[in-house]
């Protein structure tokens, strides 16, 4: 690596002189990200994922518990009934995320996002 002084005038010297002053700044006067509102086409692609997935999972679970002891039909009905009450769950959780008031938006009664993540972290 080469040592040079940022007083010669090299640019990428310069810029990283200016990129390393603007990183430490503190934390306190950096502006947050705001939090934009779903579309709907993001809220419809979510609940349809959801739903696929759920089912999706409970048939591969109860195919491979057929295979493995022999009972057919029995695993595969049971487990893709699991999987779209898990689905059904999904889309309610996500569904009453959204009638949540302005004041509170993005925030649960628990003290957790949408995402499960908690709001201080």
Same mark, same amino acid.
């Given at each position: 690596?080469?040592?040079?002084? #940022?007083?010669?005038?090299?640019?990428?010297?310069?810029?990283?002189?200016?990129?390393?002053?603007?990183?430490?700044?503190?934390?306190?006067?950096?502006?947050?990200?705001? *939090? #934009? =509102?779903?579309?709907? *086409?993001?809220?419809?692609?979510?609940?349809?994922?959801?739903?696929?997935?759920?089912?999706?999972?409970?048939?591969?679970?109860?195919?491979?518990?057929?295979?493995? #002891?022999?009972?057919?039909? *029995?695993?595969?009905?049971?487990? #893709?009934?699991?999987?779209?009450?898990?689905?059904?769950?999904?889309?309610?959780?996500?569904?009453?995320?959204?009638?949540?008031?302005?004041?509170?938006? =993005?925030?649960?009664?628990? =003290?957790?996002?949408?995402?499960?993540?908690?709001?201080?972290?």
């Amino acid at each position: 690596m080469n040592n040079r002084n #940022t007083a010669t005038g090299d640019p990428f010297d310069v810029r990283l002189a200016q990129a390393e002053q603007r990183l430490s700044l503190p934390k306190k006067n950096r502006k947050k990200p705001v *939090l #934009t =509102g779903d579309s709907s *086409l993001n809220i419809a692609l979510r609940i349809a994922s959801d739903l696929i997935a759920g089912i999706a999972v409970g048939l591969a679970i109860g195919y491979e518990l057929d295979r493995w #002891t022999g009972h057919k039909p *029995l695993f595969i009905i049971v487990f #893709t009934i699991l999987g779209m009450g898990a689905g059904m769950r999904n889309v309610w959780r996500v569904v009453n995320v959204m009638n949540v008031p302005a004041d509170v938006a =993005g925030t649960q009664k628990n =003290g957790r996002d949408q995402r499960g993540q908690r709001i201080d972290d």
